[in-house]
């Protein structure tokens, strides 16, 4: 028996409402113009108001890789991040800032069928999967230019989502002068591929991972606490989570869920714990009826501050390790070094 009610087949009912709610397995579509009367924004409004990105997130015992594309319509950015979860150290941090048009994408396909790209002088990164694929296809490929030093950053990679577990969906209103989020995360797929980062080559075969797609009107104020992890139980068992504080919370909702195996649990609202002035220090993370209790020891900070006066920007993520317990399904799982990432984002946009 499902834990959580089947993703609708659109964000909006026939009559433009919103289908606000959790869900298990994935939209086929972020139909956001479907919506209308009071959740309906003119073409111009849009332009300001809509958000759009795709996060990805691979790691093995010995590295942590991740990027992200950023489209907010009026402006797009990007960004590519590897830490060497042995030796304790990043390799590679790149950020890319750019202009709205064809040169970044994120579509309104969050599984089967997207397209997510952002390609710059030196710089290209992508993550797609055909109508009928059950994976996901990653590219990372940053010129020696881009990362300042003398090695490039090559990502050619693959997510599994088939045998995998099913897909965290919630379709959500929005605090302040927003009004509709959605948001797809993935977790415990497994991964494939190679990475050349730092001088160094790696495999991902084996290892774990997970996604962030998220579109919707958003306030123009946004901050958040969030928390993201795919690694391996002591038995082998793939795994991750996904936890979110401040975003996503209006009128009861929240995003929090635990993938183990096949099995999606959806769980309770998280709270963080941690010094926002030493972000390196250890976090905690854990759900007001106490199902969950994590530690975070970060590693690396991947940072972005931005005034352009229009926009300014606050994102900070550190890159680390979760160890702790989350009680799901009737059991406790117990957590020990699993690769994840946190993150404290405030946003004028």
């Given at each position: 028996m499902s834990l959580l009610p089947p993703v609708p087949q659109s964000v909006a009912t026939t009559q433009g409402e919103p289908c606000f709610g959790k869900y298990q397995g994935e939209l086929p579509e972020v139909d956001l113009g479907r919506l209308r009367g009071r959740w309906a924004l003119a073409v111009a409004a849009r332009l300001l108001k809509r958000k759009r990105w795709l996060y990805t997130?691979?790691?093995?015992?010995?590295?942590a890789a991740l990027f992200a594309v950023v489209d907010l319509g009026y402006t797009s950015s990007a960004f590519a991040v590897a830490v060497d979860l042995q030796e304790r150290r990043p390799l590679c941090d790149v950020s890319f800032l750019g202009a709205p048009g064809p040169w970044v994408e994120v579509s309104d396909r969050p599984g089967a069928g997207l397209t997510a790209s952002f390609r710059t002088l030196g710089g290209r990164l992508s993550a797609r999967r055909g109508e009928d694929d059950e994976?996901?296809?990653?590219?990372?490929?940053?010129?020696?230019?881009?990362?300042?030093s003398l090695q490039t950053f090559q990502w050619r990679g693959e997510l599994l989502v088939a045998g995998g577990p099913p897909a965290?969906?919630?379709?959500?209103?929005?605090?302040?002068?927003?009004?509709?989020?959605?948001?797809?995360?993935?977790?415990?797929?497994l991964a494939l591929g190679s990475l050349e980062v730092g001088g160094k080559h790696f495999r991902l075969d084996g290892g774990v991972g997970g996604l962030d797609y998220t579109q919707g009107y958003l306030a123009r104020h946004t901050a958040w606490r969030w928390a993201f992890a795919a690694g391996r139980l002591a038995d082998g068992t793939p795994t991750g989570f996904n936890f979110a504080e401040g975003f996503n919370e209006k009128d009861g909702h929240n995003e929090s869920g635990f993938?183990?195996?096949?099995?999606?649990y959806p769980l309770a609202p998280a709270r963080f714990e941690y010094d926002p002035k030493e972000l390196l220090d250890p976090w905690r993370?854990?759900?007001?009826?106490?199902?969950?209790?994590?530690?975070?020891?970060?590693?690396?900070?991947?940072?972005?501050?931005?005034?352009l006066r229009l926009v300014v920007s606050h994102f900070a993520q550190?890159?680390?390790?979760?160890?702790?317990?989350?009680?799901?399904?009737?059991?406790?799982?117990?957590?020990?070094?699993?690769?994840?990432v946190t993150e404290e984002q405030d946003m004028i946009w």
């Amino acid at each position: 028996m499902s834990l959580l009610p089947p993703v609708p087949q659109s964000v909006a009912t026939t009559q433009g409402e919103p289908c606000f709610g959790k869900y298990q397995g994935e939209l086929p579509e972020v139909d956001l113009g479907r919506l209308r009367g009071r959740w309906a924004l003119a073409v111009a409004a849009r332009l300001l108001k809509r958000k759009r990105w795709l996060y990805t997130f691979a790691a093995t015992p010995e590295v942590a890789a991740l990027f992200a594309v950023v489209d907010l319509g009026y402006t797009s950015s990007a960004f590519a991040v590897a830490v060497d979860l042995q030796e304790r150290r990043p390799l590679c941090d790149v950020s890319f800032l750019g202009a709205p048009g064809p040169w970044v994408e994120v579509s309104d396909r969050p599984g089967a069928g997207l397209t997510a790209s952002f390609r710059t002088l030196g710089g290209r990164l992508s993550a797609r999967r055909g109508e009928d694929d059950e994976r996901y296809q990653l590219e990372v490929d940053v010129s020696r230019v881009r990362t300042g030093s003398l090695q490039t950053f090559q990502w050619r990679g693959e997510l599994l989502v088939a045998g995998g577990p099913p897909a965290l969906t919630l379709i959500a209103p929005v605090e302040g002068d927003g009004l509709v989020n959605v948001t797809q995360k993935r977790g415990g797929l497994l991964a494939l591929g190679s990475l050349e980062v730092g001088g160094k080559h790696f495999r991902l075969d084996g290892g774990v991972g997970g996604l962030d797609y998220t579109q919707g009107y958003l306030a123009r104020h946004t901050a958040w606490r969030w928390a993201f992890a795919a690694g391996r139980l002591a038995d082998g068992t793939p795994t991750g989570f996904n936890f979110a504080e401040g975003f996503n919370e209006k009128d009861g909702h929240n995003e929090s869920g635990f993938w183990v195996g096949d099995r999606l649990y959806p769980l309770a609202p998280a709270r963080f714990e941690y010094d926002p002035k030493e972000l390196l220090d250890p976090w905690r993370v854990t759900t007001v009826d106490g199902a969950v209790d994590l530690r975070f020891k970060p590693i690396y900070v991947h940072r972005d501050e931005k005034d352009l006066r229009l926009v300014v920007s606050h994102f900070a993520q550190p890159v680390g390790l979760f160890e702790g317990t989350v009680k799901a399904g009737g059991r406790t799982y117990t957590l020990s070094n699993v690769p994840g990432v946190t993150e404290e984002q405030d946003m004028i946009w």
